[in-house]
Each structure stands twice: as C-alpha cells, then as structure tokens.
C-alpha cells in the first residue's frame, strides 16, 4: 500500500468534492450548517485556488482531505477546516495521519507555527471529543445556523521554551 500526502490542484477538484459529499454525509444528516455539506465543485476548486488544501492518497485515491487558510477574525494561527475521510476508510486511522502530518510537517515543522486552530459544530455527537482526545482546547464560540453553535478549538505544536 502507498500512501502520499501532498497538496491538491485543481485537476483534483472532481474527486475533492466526492469525497466532501461522501465524508459531509453524516453532517448533512444532523442538519449541521457546514458550507463544506453543501459544497459544489465551483466552492471546491475555488477553494483549491486560494487556499492549502492537503490530501492523503492512498494507491492513487484521495482517502482524506484537509484544508488550511487565514481566520484573522478569530485566530492568527493557521485554521484547519473542510477536513474529510472517504466512507470506505474510516476507522483505519487515514484521518489521524492527515491530521497529524498538516499539524507536524505542514504547520509546525514548514511554517514554524506554534499552533494550529480548527473548529467544529457543538451538537456533533462525537467530533468535539475527539479533538479534545488530540489535545484540542476550546477558546471561543460563534453561532452556527439557528440552533447550534461552532466551537473553536486551539492546539499548541510548540511550546514557549522550545522557541527559545
């Protein structure tokens, strides 16, 4: 089995957007108001365009996706969101090694980042959780849709003394 991670392009965006709706089911289906749930290809490849999107591609098939941008109106660290796992690689940790490689290799090691931040709905039954388990920290809250609320939660990559 060979897996890659690299940055997408836009002769991906066909397949990016297959595996957001794919992965976004389960959203769309707890009526949580995430743009990716409802994204379109012109979304996707606009996103591809003016953002970092990363893949994980696992024998020449994008198993995972994750994007990262500015979010100036709430963090000065890099924001990660759109993040997805193809249906038919779930519970095989792909996710996890994505995740870890953007936080580690991307944003740690290449853009010397001391942490990184991403967020995610509060009603969600088991996302929150599971960034808590990752050492996520929750640090400020903004309404998402009528009934919900997205939590955001930041991450440190470096410690102050490791700067030194």
Do not use: C
Request: aromatic share 10%.
């Amino acid at each position: 089995m060979s897996e890659i991670f690299r940055l997408a392009n836009i002769q991906d965006a066909e397949e990016h957007l297959q595996v957001i709706t794919e992965a976004y089911e389960t959203i769309r289906d707890l009526g949580i108001s995430f743009r990716a749930a409802h994204a379109d290809l012109n979304m996707i490849t606009e996103n591809i365009i003016h953002n970092s999107t990363y893949v994980l591609e696992i024998d020449g098939k994008m198993a995972a996706t994750i994007s990262m941008k500015n979010l100036e109106e709430v963090t000065d660290l890099p924001f990660l969101y759109w993040f997805a796992v193809r249906p038919e690689y779930k519970n095989q940790g792909v996710g996890n090694r994505l995740l870890t490689y953007v936080e580690e290799v991307v944003v740690r090691d290449t853009l010397l980042e001391k942490g990184v931040v991403l967020a995610t709905s509060k009603k969600h039954p088991w996302l929150l959780p599971m960034y808590e388990r990752k050492g996520y920290e929750a640090f400020f809250e903004r309404p998402l849709g009528d009934s919900d609320v997205l939590i955001f939660l930041k991450k440190t990559l470096i410690q102050q003394e490791q700067l030194a």
